[in-house]
């Protein structure tokens, strides 16, 4: 009995799996179209001078990688992205968290929140060409208002100073509603009891946000901030668009924003070596991996002080 | 309660996709831009073009079923009427031929052809760029043409000097033929010159040297007006709130300068590249220094319109909206310039002369290619010939956009220019007096482009000088051009 049941049983999982493949099929088929032929071939093709023109190239070992020791442009660019994350981050993360904690203790209307994600819903383009617009000297609101307060006008997208810190600022702005709604989520999880009792022995806001919120929020802010900054490194739609200013090339001023995306599409399309883009990729992805397993580390993602 | 929310939320995203609707149409002009041979103010073309297109498709369907198509590809939507008035002309000489006219901004149009040649999708024949084509040679995509010269017996000499080696490589390869020419010049805003008490024989005799501009720096100086009414002349301009520039910059400088400047440069005794194809540059030559540098300091002193406005607001539209009295363009903006969207009486006047003794102005000139893609190469030469010969080119040079590479036909396009008022003499000077000097052509423009393009854009910003970072950028151009 007991060996007949078992077989039928694992006739069941045999026939389980041939269901399980089909239903898994669409996806394997993405999986393997859209990322693994692409990753490998893109892992090939550092390894070449592969041209995109020609449609050729020849196995050149290391050379790509020897090339990007001494390439100034490239060593900028990751100067420049870590600028640029850094701001983003920084602002992007401290606007989220008050916006989430305001959410979560302030009101309860679903139209307010939903209101937070609308600049999220826009594509990158559209939101870089609404700043562009919003932000121009001339005919610009922003600077228009900045005009009624007796501030010059500022050429945000073409001035080396202002033209990292002005797309990290466009940035903030589109993801902030989607990061805070990351992180009200992560307010759910903790007890409300906990707040009851930091009431009770007269606690202020400030004070619960800062020994009940934050601490306890720590689990869900890392995995955020392991999304964000992977996101963040990753900036290209709004420089594409809104650096390229007249006959210029986007990334400019001056190199000023040429963050290091950027600099590999410059690479493969732009300069036709693609070959040489692909070895850059695979240098941004194994910086991403070690900032992001570092993250994970340090801000101990894995556990929780929910004693 | 959640139904009006709901309505709400909608109402929002609609607003917000009519945003997204209105950004996106003002895409086009804002983005197609350089200073190359092309023309950035695609007006009126794209209507043209559908109208056209939809005609084409009527007599086009009776040609499809026999006839070879030949897919041509030209960026400049100014000229594509007269470009497919050629087609059809030429499909009544070749009734076996017919020929389909595509047009895409300057920007799309060199992502768009590079992603054809990779998907194997590109045009038959495409109009070409000097600052592209040996990028193009190198990787094998164009069709040589010297076997088709010499079996049609066609004659190079019958275009201006200069021209038809421009598109022939070191090993002697002609990989195309001179369609037309540009040529640069100093565009004038008429009204205030009156009111500056210049005329424009004043710019005609103009003298320009990097120390302290001139003859053509002082009138450059009395057109600049601040907020005030101070003219740059007078005492007491405040150079930090200008009202009127009295020069602007067309673009970006980037690495060839072709509308800005290359003309000053070129008087100072600067040459880019010693000849065609060449592995060295001489961007560390001081003659170079020196003119950047005036450009950065007169920027400074307010006489010059600031980088950040150019490239935020685009040169030409600046001097059309009369921030800037006069700046330095190329001929194939005429009929934008002198046209409608300029709302006050435009006049030309030549170069400045410079230190050496002479005007100077880029020589640059654009070619039909024949790619390697071309199903019939055959019937794609017979186009690219008539493209090349006197009968399409009279009939463009009577289009008054562009000057075609005949004489005879440029010829047309000076008279037809005349007949709309407008003197285009100080585009002509320099190839009747022999002042032009020849596009820089490497093999690695676009990686030139990128080294010195950021480079001069920190100089005009004043954020450094010209003498301390363009021998260190010359020994990175040497670099990539030796590889």
């Not at chain 1, 006008?153 to 589109?174: E, G, L, M, Q, R």
């Not at chain 1, 307010?187 to 009851?196: A, D, G, M, R, V």
């Not at chain 1, 919120?213 to 689990?219: A, D, F, G, I």
């Not at chain 2, 539209?317 to 363009?329: H, I, P, V």
């Amino acid at each position: 009995m007991t060996k007949k049941s078992g077989r039928s049983g694992s006739q069941n999982i045999q026939g389980g799996w041939k269901v399980a493949f089909w239903f898994l099929l669409p996806s394997l088929i993405g999986f393997v179209v859209f990322f693994l032929y692409p990753s490998l071939r893109g892992l090939y093709l550092a390894f070449t001078d592969w041209n995109l023109l020609g449609n050729k190239g020849e196995f050149i070992g290391f050379d790509n990688f020897e090339r990007m020791r001494d390439d100034s442009q490239l060593s900028n660019s990751l100067w420049v992205t870590l600028k640029y994350v850094v701001i983003n981050i920084g602002s992007q993360t401290i606007i989220s968290i008050g916006i989430a904690v305001m959410m979560d203790r302030l009101t309860k209307s679903q139209f307010v929140r939903s209101i937070m994600l609308l600049p999220w819903l826009m594509p990158n383009v559209v939101v870089a060409l609404l700043w562009v617009w919003m932000l121009d000297k001339n005919l610009g609101v922003v600077n228009r208002m900045l005009d009624w307060i007796g501030i010059d006008p500022i050429n945000f997208f073409t001035s080396t100073s202002w033209v990292i810190p002005t797309v990290a600022a466009v940035n903030t702005w589109k993801f902030m509603g989607y990061t805070a709604l990351l992180i009200f989520a992560g307010l759910q999880t903790i007890p409300k009891s906990l707040y009851e009792a930091g009431a009770i022995d007269g606690a202020t806001e400030f004070q619960m946000f800062r020994r009940i919120t934050l601490p306890l929020l720590r689990p869900v802010l890392a995995l955020v901030l392991v999304i964000t900054i992977v996101g963040s490194m990753q900036v290209f739609d709004v420089i594409n668009v809104a650096t390229g200013g007249f006959n210029g090339q986007a990334g400019g001023p001056a190199n000023a924003s040429r963050v290091v995306y950027l600099y590999i599409y410059q690479t493969a399309v732009t300069f036709n070596e693609p070959g040489y883009a692909a070895a850059i990729s695979l240098l941004l992805v194994a910086i991403l991996m070690v900032v992001t397993f570092l993250q994970l580390k340090l801000l101990r993602a894995g556990e929780s002080d929910l004693a | 309660m959640r139904g009006k929310t709901f309505m709400r939320l909608f109402a929002l995203l609609l607003a917000v996709a009519m945003v997204a609707a209105a950004c996106g149409s003002s895409d086009d002009g804002g983005t197609a831009t350089e200073n190359d041979g092309a023309d950035s103010e695609e007006t009126t073309s794209d209507d043209d073009g559908g109208e056209e297109e939809a005609m084409d498709d009527d007599d086009g369907e009776e040609a499809m079923a026999d006839a070879t198509v030949i897919d041509y590809w030209l960026w400049d939507g100014n000229q594509q009427p007269f470009y497919e008035q050629c087609a059809e002309d030429f499909h009544a000489v070749n009734p076996d031929i017919a020929v389909e006219v595509s047009q895409f901004g300057w920007g799309d149009y060199w992502d768009g052809l590079t992603a054809a040649f990779v998907t194997e999708s590109a045009p038959d024949v495409f109009t070409d760029h000097l600052a592209r084509y040996p990028e193009f040679v190198d990787s094998g995509v164009l069709v040589p043409l010297n076997d088709y010269v010499d079996a049609d017996g066609l004659d190079t000499a019958q275009y201006f000097p200069g021209l038809a080696e421009l598109w022939t490589s070191p090993d002697g390869e002609r990989y195309g033929l001179p369609k037309d020419f540009d040529t640069i010049a100093m565009v004038l805003n008429e009204t205030m010159l009156a009111d500056a008490g210049i005329t424009v024989d004043d710019f005609n005799s103009a003298e320009w040297n990097p120390t302290d501009g001139g003859t053509w720096g002082a009138l450059v100086q009395k057109l600049s007006i601040d907020t005030n009414g101070v003219r740059g002349d007078e005492d007491g301009f405040d150079a930090s709130s200008v009202a009127t520039y009295g020069f602007g910059l067309e673009g970006a400088f980037g690495a060839f300068g072709q509308t800005t400047f290359s003309s000053f440069a070129a008087s100072n005794g600067f040459t880019a590249v010693d000849g065609v194809w060449a592995d060295k540059a001489n961007y560390a030559d001081p003659a170079l220094a020196e003119t950047i540098q005036f450009f950065a300091d007169w920027i400074a002193a307010g006489y010059i319109t600031p980088i950040e406005d150019v490239e935020s607001l685009g040169g030409t539209t600046m001097f059309q909206g009369g921030q800037a009295a006069s700046q330095t363009n190329g001929s194939w903006m005429i009929s934008t310039l002198s046209g409608e969207a300029t709302e006050f009486p435009v006049v030309y006047a030549p170069t400045p002369v410079g230190p050496s003794g002479a005007r100077a102005s880029m020589f640059n000139g654009l070619a039909d290619s024949i790619t390697t893609s071309a199903e019939d190469p055959d019937a794609a030469w017979k186009w690219v010939a008539y493209m090349a010969s006197p009968a399409c080119q009279e009939l463009i040079g009577a289009g008054a956009v562009v000057f075609p590479a005949i004489p005879s036909a440029a010829a047309i396009a000076q008279d037809a220019h005349a007949a709309n008022g407008v003197d285009v003499s100080a585009f002509t000077t320099h190839v009747d007096n022999g002042t032009t000097f020849l596009f820089p052509i490497t093999d690695s423009a676009s990686r030139i482009e990128e080294i010195m393009g950021p480079i001069m854009q920190q100089i005009l910003r004043g954020e450094v000088k010209a003498a301390d970072v363009l021998p260190d950028a010359a020994a990175q151009v040497d670099e990539i051009l030796a590889r």
